[in-house]
């Protein structure tokens, strides 16, 4: 059974640059067709969807974050990366990353979460 | 803001039927049959609950059932169970700019 495992540290100092990687365990990550995606969820609110990865390689980015975010595969190790620089207090959130079945349909959906990073920005 | 437009609570007593909406534009719900509905509980992650507007995933209970019509979606749970109390969002295809967007959650009350 495939399961996602965020890790990284929980404390980003403002300006700096925040980074997660997402293990996956129970399966390839280059098995099935499927986009691995970066999802965050601040105190409170809803869901913002950040950006996903293809083990080609080929990203999408939410165009709101495009210009701060990266997202990296490393599929020796079966992860996949998150970096967003210049953060702020705003980019506190928990951070969850997440499987998308779409490659072949051409679909946008979620099937399988990770449990979620809390990461907390502050001096 | 959130793009897409849900109540923020709604409630209902065990073994009734609620509907849950979810409201976009022209530019999302309304061009693509790409809507999904997630179930998260407290401190947990988000559970898939349908995609594709109405379909099931495996292991879903046949209980939520999803629609569309025009700008807006829509995710009935019925026979409700104590369990089924959590948050609830909604999540749509936007195109090949803005790609996907989320709806700002609602907060399902079992009475």
């Known amino acids: 059974q495939v399961q996602l495992q965020e890790s990284g540290p929980g404390l980003v100092k403002p300006s700096q640059t925040l980074s997660l990687t997402c293990t996956v365990s129970?399966?390839?990550?280059?098995?099935?067709?499927?986009?691995w995606s970066w999802i965050r969820q601040p105190a409170g609110k809803g869901l913002e969807w950040i950006g996903r990865?293809?083990?080609?390689?080929?990203?999408n980015y939410n165009p709101s974050l495009k210009s701060r975010v990266t997202i990296s595969v490393d599929t020796s190790k079966n992860q996949f990366s998150l970096k967003l620089s210049s953060v702020t207090a705003a980019d506190t959130a928990v951070y969850y990353c997440?499987?998308?079945?779409?490659?072949?349909?051409?679909?946008?959906?979620?099937?399988?979460w990770g449990r979620g990073t809390l990461v907390t920005v502050s001096s | 803001q959130s793009a897409l437009t849900q109540p923020a609570s709604v409630s209902g007593s065990p073994g009734q039927s609620i509907t849950i909406s979810c409201t976009g534009t022209?530019?999302?719900?309304?061009?693509?049959?790409?809507v999904s509905w997630y179930q998260q509980h407290p401190g947990k992650a988000p559970k898939l609950m349908i995609y594709?507007?109405?379909k099931r995933p495996s292991g879903v209970s046949n209980r939520f059932s999803g629609s569309k019509s025009g700008n807006t979606a829509s995710l009935t749970i019925s026979g409700l169970q104590a369990e089924d109390e959590a948050d609830y969002y909604c999540?749509?295809?936007?195109?090949?700019?803005?790609?996907?967007?989320f709806g700002g959650g609602t907060k399902l009350t079992v009475l």
């Open positions: 997440a499987r998308d079945p779409g490659l072949l349909s051409g679909d946008w959906y979620f099937d399988l």
């Open positions: 129970g399966g390839s990550i280059s098995s099935g067709s499927y986009y």
């Open positions: 990865i293809y083990t080609s390689g080929s990203t």
């Open positions: 022209s530019s999302d719900v309304g061009s693509y049959n790409l």
């Open positions: 594709e507007v109405s």
């Open positions: 999540c749509s295809y936007a195109g090949s700019s803005t790609y996907v967007v």
